[in-house]
């Protein structure tokens, strides 16, 4: 599996933003969020979260923008034949 592409689109003391796109057979690799953050899909599809609770598919819409609590933890993965895009900011304080 290939890593998806993440593209830094500004980053300052507050926030982090960054574009997220997800061809097919690829993924993030496991993190964990060390800050709540947002997510504006820009280019909606089916994504598989993989987590301690295991493995299901997450259908995301473009322009219907959701929000995680920090110390969130798991790897993306689209297991998709269409690419997924998406914005992701992290609020750091």
Known sequence: MH?????????????RITR????????TGWHRHAWPYAVVPVQGGTLTVV???GERDYEIRT???????????????NNSNAPV????IEIKR
């Open 3 to 15: 890593k998806a592409v993440s593209e830094l689109q500004a980053e300052d003391d507050r926030m």
């Open 20 to 27: 997220w796109t997800f061809a097919p057979a690829t993924e």
């Open 51 to 53: 987590d301690s609770e």
């Open 63 to 77: 322009g219907e923008s959701y929000a995680r609590a920090c110390g969130t933890e798991h790897n993306i993965v």
């Open 85 to 88: 895009v998406f914005v992701e």
